[in-house]
């Protein structure tokens, strides 16, 4: 087993105290916004081996068979299938969606071949890999995932334009082609695309709209609006939602685009997963993100950076579904599994206490191990690792099975033990 040393990405949404304060760590005073633990060759997590520290990529490299498996290394090569993060959103994420692997595998093709720097601004694809994705929240936690059916859009858009009205502005013709979008009789995947297109490419009419439906909508606006319009009482917090996200990306099309989206808020230990084409923003919250190792993402809104529309339209999935969600199960050893319909990964809790018999960790090829809680003894046929609070393991496919045994010392010695642990799907 090697101990990881892991990267801290500091984007400007991140929180600058909710991972710090889960790992029991001194924060840094900026935002943390990503711990990337893993090994994507972008920000590697570091492993302490008897000959020194060295890049998770490079010994996974350099040993694939006894750090994968024969089996996950024939399946996916001589790289770790995934990757994990702890993700702590002060204000919203960008809008986004990931390729299919297909798509990622040619489009990265085609960038290499045409010379497009890996770091340039315009670049899309960063490697040839898929990103599914799942979140675990950890706390409270706010999203937009996939679009919602056409008809809550529309009476959504038809709210904002009562609101527009209502504060004596004239509604502007963008809203009334959106909803005329909305309510077309289309299948619904192009009436969804072509209100989307409509608020993606308005221009500064969309940010006019923007401006004025976030004025609308505020202080109370939202609740007239959606009363007078007789809306559901899940549809306020939408509304909501566009005020909140025009105070943050002042203007930004992301912020009507929402309105497309299904909002979801996550209690601690609910998931949703996020497959190839979905669209979605993490809006707020500390959460547990677990991904196949990419980082290729599309951006389609509330961002500064840029935005490849062509290449988004071509990438999104704009038929409505229902909110993904990743159901928990329990096993008769007390694991808690998450495991979304994909070969890369899947996602495990375990919570021991002082007194509590060793439960073996799932295990398929490698794994990775944090301690977000008390302290455990992680125990091999090769070996054994005390993890406290805050540390992170990685353990070879060779070493198996690992059990979790309680793990009492002086510094870390009140409640019980939580360690996830993150390994190929099985
Ligand atoms: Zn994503």
Request: aromatic share 4%; proline share 8%.
């Amino acid at each position: 087993m090697f101990a990881l040393t892991n990267v801290m990405r500091d984007y400007p949404w991140g929180s600058s105290t909710a991972i710090a304060e889960l790992l029991g760590k001194e924060p840094s005073g900026g935002p943390e916004a990503e711990l990337w633990m893993g090994a994507h060759p972008d920000s590697p997590s570091v492993a302490a081996t008897p000959d020194g520290p060295m890049p998770l990529d490079r010994l996974i490299a350099e040993h694939p068979e006894s750090t994968l498996g024969s089996g996950v290394h024939a399946a996916f090569g001589a790289k770790l299938p995934f990757l994990a993060k702890l993700l702590a959103a002060d204000k919203a994420l960008s809008l986004q969606v990931h390729p299919t692997l297909e798509r990622a595998r040619e489009r990265f093709a085609d960038e290499e071949a045409a010379g497009v720097p890996r770091d340039a601004a315009h670049r899309n694809y960063k490697d040839a890999n898929h990103k599914p994705e799942m979140i675990l929240a950890l706390t409270p936690f706010e999203a937009l995932c996939g679009f919602r059916p056409c008809a809550e859009s529309a009476a959504l858009f038809r709210a904002v334009g009562t609101a527009i009205a209502a504060s004596g502005a004239e509604v502007p013709a963008l809203l009334g082609a959106v909803e005329m979008a909305l309510n077309s009789r289309m299948a619904e995947p192009m009436v969804v695309r072509r209100a989307f297109e409509a608020l993606l490419g308005g221009g500064d009419e969309t940010t006019a709209l923007v401006e004025l439906a976030a004025s609308a909508l505020a202080d109370g606006g939202a609740a007239v609006a959606s009363a007078a319009s007789g809306l559901p009482a899940n549809a306020l917090s939408s509304l909501e939602t566009v005020v909140d996200l025009a105070a943050q990306y002042p203007g930004d099309a992301g912020v009507l685009v929402s309105l497309l989206l299904n909002r979801v808020s996550l209690q601690p230990g609910e998931s949703i997963y996020l497959p190839a084409g979905n669209i979605h923003a993490y809006l707020k919250g500390l959460g547990l993100e677990v991904m196949a190792s990419s980082d290729n993402v599309m951006r389609g809104g509330l961002t500064g950076k840029h935005v490849d529309v062509p290449e988004l339209l071509e990438t999104v999935d704009f038929a409505p579904s229902g909110v993904p969600v990743v159901p928990t199960r329990t096993t008769d050893l007390d694991q808690h599994m998450w495991e979304p319909p994909f070969a890369e990964f899947s996602l495990q809790r375990v919570e021991i206490s002082a007194d509590s018999d060793p439960v073996p960790l799932v295990q398929n090829g490698p794994l990775l191990v944090l301690a977000v809680s008390g302290s455990v003894l992680l125990d091999s046929p090769r070996g054994d690792m005390a993890l406290s609070r805050g540390g992170s393991v990685f353990v070879p496919a060779a070493e198996n099975p690992v059990m979790v045994h309680p793990h009492v010392d002086a510094a870390h010695s009140d409640g019980p033990a939580v360690v996830f642990a993150v390994t190929v799907a099985g």
